[in-house]
């Protein structure tokens, strides 16, 4: 592939870098790894100076080959499971290789600052804070679901499921949709008959009942004893309170990390910055959907680290999640694994190095950079 992108791309890539004179070259998408890295050898050697290149890869439990190159100047890495990665693929010296965590917005690192954790009396008083500021009851649990390139079918029938299932078993949540520019789900679920919801049979497929009980066990032993105990009492519901469930439409979201302080669950699809952003702010996830091949690594990723799991039928992931906010401990657990794999701080770590090793190079290559 490197072989046949230099043959096809490689001057037309070249001529547009140098249009741009740069001092430095960023690269952050696995397709644009070796061409533009020629390109710049290339030009390094014509202008009699080094311009150097790094690359951001951003993905989290997986990588394409393509993404790691050896020459790179630095490389900067989110997880051990792509430095294994690196080393194999590419053979990156390690001493070019920096582990960084994955580059977020610079609001998550602002709120992870001010929740610290989420576990403590602080932490748990500042996101009753962020519920009041958001409009949201601040004594109730707020469950948040995300849906990305999911459809309008798959998101609903999770909700439906989810309102279900915490209903009957009297658990009082609000469940914060973000529909993003999906109008029609937005509205579907603004005009949605919760009683009939209510009253629907629920139920796994037969495929995954099976996997609940004889499947892989999972590698969180906490997760896995209350899994077991949920199990054992399936089948029965608290039908003497009903529980108070809330279903909130959210838009286009703006504040999706004071949104992720307010949550205490996040029900996503595997997106490797979905789940970077809700561990820099120490938030469980139960994962949905993934892209194959491009997101397999970040269930991995989630399940080895402890603070969340997969599922793809929405009546075995409304069960499950209504077993973990029945588990405080547990939901404790799991909000301390994500925030000790969280790094809220990586796109600024990643700028100041970047910053630093261009202002060296243009220092050595005479151009006269002043030290500061």
Known sequence: MDW??????????KRRISSYQPDAIVSVHPAMQNVPLLATQQLSAAAGKHIPFFTVVTDLGSGHCTWFQKNVDKMYLASGRLLKLAKRRGRTPIENIVMTG????????????QLGDRTTAAGKEYQKEMRREL????????VMLMGGGEGVGSLATIVDEMYSSFSKQGLDVTICVVCGRNEKLKKSLEDRDW?????????????HRILRFFGRRHQSRKIQESLDRAASHDGEEMTSRPGNVEVVGLGFVTRMAEYMVAADLLVSKAGPGTIAEAAAVGLPVMLTNFLPGQEAGNVDYVIENGF??????????????????KDADLMDTMSRAARGVGHPHAAADIVIDIGSVTHTWKTLNGEGVPAK
């Open 308 to 325: 969340g799991d997969f599922n793809s039928d929405p009546a075995v992931i409304a069960t499950e999640v209504a077993c973990w906010l």
């Open 102 to 113: 994955l580059p977020i917005r610079h609001d998550f690192a602002l709120q992870a600052e």
């Open 195 to 207: 009683v009939a919801v209510l009253q629907a049979e629920h139920k796994p497929k037969r495929r």
């Open 4 to 13: 046949h992108s230099s043959l096809m791309c490689l001057r037309k890539i």
């Open 135 to 142: 409009g949201l009851d601040p004594d109730k649990p707020m």
